[in-house]
């Protein structure tokens, strides 16, 4: 055999005989929370040519190529050049953001990364949105189906945003030809995690509304990862719903959690969530309560098919989410200091937060009056 024989210098240089490493990926949202550890786990893959980060500001992962600038910078799609899929994770979802800044950002963002996308030559962009958007109603089966009609409302913290996402994401395929997106929908995330779903962890006693039927569904972040980095190496496509197996019911989750209940007539509590709100004692609105009524399990088959499986159980995320709010006071969303907690008591606590929203409103009915 000839030393010029393609065979030969490949076995002399093994190098040259590897395939090409896989897609150039950027991720936004990179410097913090899901971005973070999704960059630090797509730049330790072999099967991934090269990270590219896009964030305000420069995030801990060394191997990545890092990309500062607001991702609605029309700008973003030079840095986008080279890419193969973009996964968009730069979404604000904090309880105390201003609500109109917060949309504004999470749909300008995600607007502009799909045309960015696009003008760039991306052939697929992955968004990250919630099993939140299928709604939490009376009626739901359990499970939903991934392709089940999303029934939500945006009553619930962030989730008229993610359900704009959702027709974003559904559109941009008609509005750009050759342009695949993916929509990922986790469960109650928990991993470094804060939203009105974790805080409700967080409570002295756990809010029950008398007659509902909770039914609780969690997504680790570690798992979250591993569904995107499938969809970033198009292992499977669509809309995927991510989550642990099965659900817990409601004494389930008390059992585990050793928390107690604190019942209450759904007029009652529906009544003070929304006064509590109206009048800024409290971040979550009183649609965030729904979440914690009724079952919005969703099954996770579309990623099960392509052979995908979760690494947490229901009750070991728990168990973590458990030891991750130990220590912290919330009641009804609002986060309560060492000292209030203390003073207030567990349901105390409760009872005065209930109790100012009904001191509140008959001091305005008073006013009117004179």
Not at 46 to 71: F, M, N, P, Y
Not at 210 to 217: F, V
Request: hydrophobic share 45%.
């Amino acid at each position: 055999m000839s030393s010029t024989d393609p065979q030969v210098r490949a076995a002399r240089n093994p190098s040259t005989s590897r395939a090409p490493r896989g897609p150039v990926v950027a991720v936004t949202g990179a410097a913090s929370g899901v971005g973070a550890l999704l960059t630090e786990r797509l730049a330790a893959s072999e099967a991934i040519k090269q990270v590219l980060a896009i964030d305000e500001r420069r995030g801990e992962c060394a191997s990545a190529t890092w990309h500062v600038l607001d991702v609605r910078d029309p700008a973003i799609a030079e840095k986008l050049r080279g890419a193969d899929v973009v996964v968009h994770l730069a979404l604000d979802l904090d309880l105390e953001s201003d609500p109109a800044a917060r949309t504004a950002y999470n749909v300008r963002g995600t607007q502009t990364v799909l045309t960015a996308a696009a003008a760039a030559g991306v052939h697929r962009v992955v968004l990250c949105t919630s099993t939140m958007v299928y709604g939490a109603l009376a009626e739901n089966e359990l499970p939903l189906a991934e392709d089940a009609e999303l029934r939500a409302t945006a009553e619930a913290t962030g989730v008229g945003d993610l359900l704009e996402i959702e027709r974003l994401a559904r559109r941009a395929p008609r509005a750009h030809p050759g342009l695949n997106v993916t929509v990922v929908r986790p469960a109650v995330l928990v991993g470094g995690t804060d939203t009105a779903l974790t805080r409700y962890f967080e409570s002295p006693r756990l809010l029950v509304v008398a007659g509902s039927r909770p039914a609780w569904q969690f997504c680790h972040v570690e798992d979250l990862c591993s569904a995107l980095e499938y969809a970033v190496l198009e292992k499977v496509d669509g809309e995927l719903a991510v989550g642990c197996d099965g659900w817990l019911e409601q004494e389930e989750v008390e059992e585990l959690s050793g928390i107690r209940r604190m019942e209450l007539p759904s007029a009652v509590a529906l009544g003070a969530a929304a006064r509590l709100h109206r009048i800024g004692l409290t971040p979550s609105p009183a649609g965030d309560l729904a979440y914690t009524m009724y079952p919005w399990v969703v099954s996770g088959s579309r990623l099960h098919d392509a052979g995908w499986r979760p690494e947490w159980t229901n009750e070991e995320v728990l168990a973590e989410l458990l030891q991750e709010v130990a220590g912290r006071h919330t009641v009804a969303g609002r986060r309560l200091g060492r000292k209030d907690a203390t003073a207030a008591g567990a349901a105390g606590a409760t009872v005065a937060l209930l109790g100012t929203a009904a001191v509140v409103r008959r001091v305005r009915k008073a006013r009117r009056r004179i």
